[in-house]
């Protein structure tokens, strides 16, 4: 199949909640959802934007040919990583072309909150 999507993705609205309840594979959360339906890995590199620092990254993920990657932002570690509760924003480059979607879990409260939407394009 050939490589759908695009290779240049902004997600322009980024907040991990700084809390969580309930088990752990319910913290609180965001993603970006990256679907690779070409025959080739995609190499794709996430850059973070804040309001009052310098950008993180870029952070390198590799989504197999034929596969999806459901990269969390709170996994990003090091000295860039993405903090909590701080608005941040991301761009997403790939030498391939690829579907992203964004989503969040937000479990501060008992009654959780989940948003998804396709990032926007970019070409």
């Known amino acids: 199949m ?3 999507g695009q290779r240049t993705w ?3 609205e980024g907040f991990i909640p700084g809390s969580s309840t309930g088990p752990e594979e319910m913290a609180s959360h965001e993603t970006a959802c990256i679907l690779n339906t070409g025959d080739t890995d995609a190499q794709v590199e996430i850059t973070c934007f804040f309001p009052d620092r310098e950008p993180a990254g870029p952070f390198r993920v590799t989504v197999p040919a034929r596969r999806t990657v459901h990269q969390r932002f ?3 570690a090091g000295d860039g990583a993405v903090p ?3 608005d ?3 761009v997403l480059v790939s030498d391939v ?5 964004h989503t969040r879990l937000d479990s501060r409260q008992p009654a959780n909150a989940l ?4 990032a926007y394009g970019a070409e």
Not at 97 to 101: D, E, G, M, S
Not at 115 to 118: A, D, K
């Open 2 to 4: 050939e490589h759908l």
């Open 10 to 12: 902004v997600i322009a």
């Open 74 to 76: 709170n996994d990003f």
């Open 84 to 86: 909590v509760g701080s």
């Open 88 to 90: 941040y924003a991301s």
């Open 97 to 101: 072309p690829v579907v992203v979607q």
């Open 115 to 118: 948003l998804s939407t396709v």
